[in-house]
């Protein structure tokens, strides 16, 4: 049993095919262009804003960031509303979406570094971010690394919520392989969406085609190093430094990962953050409430100073 369970865990995943557009999943309405950032070729869209009194460039800009393994699809119900009056950048990173996928190491380290690099190729100075999971991670990781380059953040259900797990990132480290994604990501989607949301099936349909249409060594290396560095990191220390105004979600069924717990440690250190809890959604809001999320961080980023939170 032994053997046959290590042979398992070695196989291969089947070559990249290098796609760099969705072919038989859904696709974003967006126009889809590419950028080449720190040498690696990444897929974006560049939206808004609609106001016709408003040019892009003198526009508020706003990043948003997709979570694990995830892409620019993701937010195609939050982009219209945001891009009324902000120009709304979305991106997929190395190793995910329809960006190029290299075996090579992946690190959070390496993401923020793609997105000071793609906003610099943009020619955006200042900009909001916002995202979820791996996504909200991100956000508040950017604003304690850069803090003069970002304004408001709009994270939800953060990844390294939690205290640091050395020996478990090790473990899914050493224990990377295709043949572990499968079982590991079934496991890891019952935790996705409510049990009672309609779009549930769907969705996970849909997630599982793209994997099918991405797979290739590199996604897979990439899946396994960003949980893994997620995962031995805790966003606790760094965020009584973070003075930014934070807007912070979570779904009261996600709790993941004591995901619940987390958000509410991390809203009592953000020295200037305010929480909204969604009832009945679990931890991917884009999907089950992308209506309430959008006007929610829409709310957040055009509120005038004065009413946003006050530092502790």
Not at 212 to 240: I, S
Request: hydrophobic share 40%; glycine share 8%.
């Amino acid at each position: 049993m032994t053997l046959g369970f290590w042979a398992l865990a070695a196989c291969s995943p089947p070559p990249d095919a290098g796609r760099t557009r969705p072919a038989a999943v859904r696709t974003t309405p967006f126009e889809q262009r590419d950028a080449t950032v720190l040498g690696l070729r990444i897929r974006y869209i560049d939206v808004g804003p609609e106001d016709p009194g408003v040019t892009r460039e003198s526009a508020p800009a706003l990043l948003l960031i997709p979570g694990h393994t995830s892409r620019i699809e993701e937010y195609d119900g939050l982009v219209p509303v945001l891009a009324r009056r902000h120009r709304v950048v979305v991106l997929d990173y190395p190793g995910s979406g329809f960006a190029e996928k290299p075996d090579r190491a992946y690190s959070l380290r390496l993401y923020e570094d793609v997105s000071t690099g793609l906003l610099d190729a943009l020619g955006i100075d200042r900009a909001h971010l916002a995202g979820g999971s791996l996504g909200g991670n991100l956000v508040l990781r950017l604003a304690q690394r850069h803090p003069e380059r970002f304004e408001r953040l709009a994270p939800w259900a953060p990844g390294s919520a939690w205290p640091p797990q050395p020996r478990v990132g090790r473990a899914m480290r050493a224990l990377r392989s295709y043949a572990l994604f499968w079982p590991t990501v079934w496991i890891q989607s019952r935790y996705w969406y409510g049990k009672e949301w309609p779009g549930r099936d769907a969705a996970l349909a849909d997630t599982f085609a793209y994997y099918r249409e991405v797979m290739g060594p590199g996604f897979v290396r990439m899946y396994f190093e960003m949980a893994a560095d997620q995962v031995e990191r805790t966003l606790f220390t760094m965020a009584p430094e973070i003075r930014h105004p934070v807007w912070l979600g979570w779904g009261d069924q996600d709790h993941g990962a004591n995901m619940g717990a987390g958000v509410a440690k991390l809203a009592a250190l953000l020295p200037r953050c305010e929480l909204r809890v969604f009832p009945g959604a679990r931890h991917s809001l884009a999907a089950e409430v992308p209506g309430a999320l959008a006007a929610a961080i829409e709310e957040f980023l055009t509120r005038p100073e004065a009413d946003l939170p006050r530092a502790r």
